[in-house]
């Protein structure tokens, strides 16, 4: 079965060839490191971690990119307001410096890393941080500036989208002025539209000198320039959340296409959903958000919360309780502790379940299915112990749950009663089908084999 991947750009579910058979060239927005990322935040990371794992898994090289953002991006996607580095220096009581800026950006980042370390996430093959390209984006604004793309006001230089006959393209609808993201970009200052976008902000208290005078490059820019200089003019994936679909993925577009002439700038564009608390997006600017040193203080582990996000489809907006994660950490104990039934001695990987594996995990990241999977293979009992350690250890390629890193032979796990967590799914199981409420009853019948355990039904009276 072909690699198939759904892309944004065309709205579609299409095979994925790489434009060099050899490598494949991925970008990854990386975070703005003003403050400790969240957990929200780190799904982007998973997520792009099981899709390069899996490109790996079929037979290619893979070469990963992602920007670490420390300078330029404003607070208001309307290119208003503070700079969010600016903001975090203030938070922190700093001078307002350059160097102050960097120092706090490598002290975010190297906790970001230890955040990706902890969810067993690889390390991209290039991370840079923004602050070092500005030069690039310089080059890029002034390519711009040369085929007329860009115009400037009193505050900076501005891409005219006007000048761009597909900008949008990205979104999939025609881009109205006054329907932008429920008019999440407004008029402001002298831009000719709403839409247009700065390439560059003047400040002439603290930026870098440029022709267009004093300043930042814009967020925008950043991403284009990095990935143009490191990628090329033309590469494969670009992954990001579906936040960055309809500003800061279609304006990346827009300026690297009309710089370069090259189309598509990004052949396959692949957004993931939201972390929700309570029916609202976890967002840092809510104060709603949790990072994962909060979920390890409460005695769950980063690998269950990787788990958990794996239990469902990188596509699906998932609502974060801790009530759910504690039945997934519960999920992924048992997980561990049937594996290390299995003895010392290893096997072949079973080529049976291998395919089923990948046509489960090529389609599109399906890992909750390969998940299930997983559960199928361990209690299966026509494959041998040995054969099925190897075989669970070749899954773990993709999966990343750290099965290698588990002890020796444990026992005593047949006894273990049933947790709390799944005789509460059981009963509000056994609710559903006595209201005839077919629907939810296999729902919950789901979560509740993904999370290890069978049900038996008695004839309903």
Same mark, same amino acid.
């Given at each position: 079965m072909p690699l198939k991947f759904f892309n944004t750009l065309t709205k579609e579910k299409e095979e994925f060839v790489p434009i060099d058979a050899n490598e494949v060239r991925m970008y990854t927005c990386g975070p703005t490191v003003y403050y400790f990322a969240h957990i929200g935040n780190l799904r982007s990371y998973v997520f792009a971690d099981i899709l390069r794992r899996t490109i790996k898994y079929s037979g290619y090289e893979v070469k990963q990119v992602m920007n670490i953002t420390d300078i330029g991006h404003l607070v208001s996607d309307a290119d208003a307001g503070d700079d969010k580095m600016?903001? /975090?220096?203030?938070?922190?009581?700093?001078?307002?410096?350059?160097?102050?800026?960097?120092?706090?950006?490598?002290?975010?980042?190297?906790?970001?890393?230890?955040?990706?370390?902890?969810?067993?996430?690889?390390?991209?093959?290039?991370?840079?941080?923004?602050?070092?390209?500005?030069?690039?984006?310089?080059?890029?604004?002034?390519?711009?500036?040369?085929? /007329?793309?860009?115009?400037? &006001?009193?505050?900076?230089?501005?891409?005219?989208?006007?000048?761009?006959?597909?900008?949008?393209?990205?979104?999939?609808?025609?881009?109205?002025?006054?329907?932008?993201?429920?008019?999440?970009? &407004?008029?402001?200052?002298?831009?000719?539209?709403?839409?247009?976008?700065?390439?560059?902000?003047?400040?002439?208290?603290?930026?870098?000198?440029?022709?267009?005078?004093?300043?930042?490059?814009?967020?925008?820019?950043?991403?284009?320039?990095?990935?143009?200089?490191?990628?090329?003019?033309?590469?494969?994936?670009?992954?990001? /959340?579906?936040?960055?679909?309809?500003?800061?993925?279609?304006?990346?577009?827009?300026?690297?296409?009309?710089?370069?002439?090259?189309?598509?700038?990004?052949?396959?564009?692949?957004?993931?959903?939201?972390?929700?608390?309570?029916?609202?997006?976890?967002?840092?600017?809510?104060?709603?958000?949790?990072?994962?040193?909060?979920?390890?203080?409460?005695?769950?582990?980063?690998?269950?919360?990787?788990?958990?996000?794996?239990?469902?489809?990188?596509? &699906?907006?998932?609502?974060?309780?801790f009530e759910a994660l504690e039945a997934s950490e519960i999920a992924l104990k048992r997980l561990y502790r049937l594996y290390n039934q299995l003895g010392e001695e290893m096997g072949k990987t079973d080529e049976n379940y291998k395919q089923k594996f990948k046509e489960r995990i090529e389609n599109d990241l399906d890992t909750s299915r390969a998940l299930s999977l997983l559960w199928d293979l361990i209690k299966d009992e026509n494959i041998l112990n040995a054969n099925k350690k190897a075989t669970i250890l070749d899954f773990d390629r993709v999966l990343g749950l750290n099965f290698s890193a588990q002890g020796g032979p444990v026992s005593g796990w047949e006894n273990e009663p049933i947790p709390n967590a799944i005789q509460l799914l059981v009963t509000e199981r056994e609710n559903a089908r006595k209201n005839k409420n077919f629907q939810k009853s296999d729902a919950l019948r789901k979560e509740i084999n993904d999370l290890g355990y069978e049900v038996k039904d008695s004839e309903i009276l």
């Amino acid at each position: 079965m072909p690699l198939k991947f759904f892309n944004t750009l065309t709205k579609e579910k299409e095979e994925f060839v790489p434009i060099d058979a050899n490598e494949v060239r991925m970008y990854t927005c990386g975070p703005t490191v003003y403050y400790f990322a969240h957990i929200g935040n780190l799904r982007s990371y998973v997520f792009a971690d099981i899709l390069r794992r899996t490109i790996k898994y079929s037979g290619y090289e893979v070469k990963q990119v992602m920007n670490i953002t420390d300078i330029g991006h404003l607070v208001s996607d309307a290119d208003a307001g503070d700079d969010k580095m600016t903001k /975090g220096l203030l938070r922190e009581g700093k001078e307002l410096t350059l160097q102050n800026m960097r120092e706090m950006a490598e002290f975010y980042t190297e906790k970001f890393n230890h955040d990706l370390e902890r969810l067993n996430i690889e390390m991209p093959d290039g991370q840079y941080f923004a602050s070092d390209y500005v030069a690039e984006d310089i080059a890029l604004i002034q390519r711009l500036e040369e085929k /007329g793309y860009t115009y400037k &006001t009193s505050d900076g230089i501005y891409f005219d989208t006007e000048k761009c006959a597909d900008y949008g393209k990205l979104i999939g609808k025609e881009i109205l002025e006054w329907d932008i993201e429920g008019a999440r970009i &407004t008029q402001t200052g002298e831009k000719k539209r709403p839409i247009d976008f700065a390439l560059w902000k003047l400040d002439s208290k603290l930026g870098y000198e440029s022709p267009f005078g004093k300043g930042f490059p814009g967020w925008h820019i950043e991403c284009s320039a990095m990935g143009i200089k490191f990628l090329g003019e033309q590469f494969d994936i670009h992954t990001g /959340g579906i936040d960055h679909i309809p500003i800061h993925h279609t304006n990346e577009i827009a300026q690297s296409e009309s710089a370069t002439g090259k189309k598509p700038f990004v052949r396959f564009w692949m957004h993931h959903e939201f972390i929700d608390t309570g029916g609202n997006k976890m967002a840092k600017s809510e104060g709603n958000f949790l990072r994962l040193d909060t979920l390890i203080e409460k005695g769950i582990s980063p690998i269950t919360y990787r788990f958990w996000l794996l239990m469902a489809s990188y596509h &699906t907006k998932m609502n974060f309780s801790f009530e759910a994660l504690e039945a997934s950490e519960i999920a992924l104990k048992r997980l561990y502790r049937l594996y290390n039934q299995l003895g010392e001695e290893m096997g072949k990987t079973d080529e049976n379940y291998k395919q089923k594996f990948k046509e489960r995990i090529e389609n599109d990241l399906d890992t909750s299915r390969a998940l299930s999977l997983l559960w199928d293979l361990i209690k299966d009992e026509n494959i041998l112990n040995a054969n099925k350690k190897a075989t669970i250890l070749d899954f773990d390629r993709v999966l990343g749950l750290n099965f290698s890193a588990q002890g020796g032979p444990v026992s005593g796990w047949e006894n273990e009663p049933i947790p709390n967590a799944i005789q509460l799914l059981v009963t509000e199981r056994e609710n559903a089908r006595k209201n005839k409420n077919f629907q939810k009853s296999d729902a919950l019948r789901k979560e509740i084999n993904d999370l290890g355990y069978e049900v038996k039904d008695s004839e309903i009276l």
